[in-house]
């Protein structure tokens, strides 16, 4: 998708520790989980934070990304700011 923001967090497809950052966006970021998706080895989890709507994603060979399908500056800014917290607190969990 042309439009979509994505980061890659990290390169393994652990489910721990997508549950890990999962727990850091909901009490540390404060975002708001929308949907929940598990499949053998993928994982979509929909959140949104104030008016902003990403996802986290577990991808079986891929790793753990967030994205956004908006690419708009508030979007980014957001991704990278949570991607930032998630890179900060991950040994605090």
Do not use: P
Not at 20 to 30: F, L, W
Not at 67 to 92: C, G, M, P, T, V
């Amino acid at each position: 998708m042309e439009n979509k923001v994505e980061i890659l967090i990290s390169n393994k497809s652990d489910w721990a520790l997508f549950e890990k950052y999962a727990h850091i966006i909901e009490k540390t970021v404060t975002a708001t989980l929308t949907n929940k998706n598990d499949g053998l080895d993928q994982r979509y989890w929909d959140y949104m934070l104030n008016t902003v709507k990403f996802t986290l994603h577990l991808e079986h060979y891929i790793g753990i990304m967030l994205y956004s399908y908006s690419n708009d500056d508030k979007s980014k800014n957001a991704l990278h700011e949570i991607a930032l917290i998630l890179k900060e607190n991950k040994s605090k969990y």
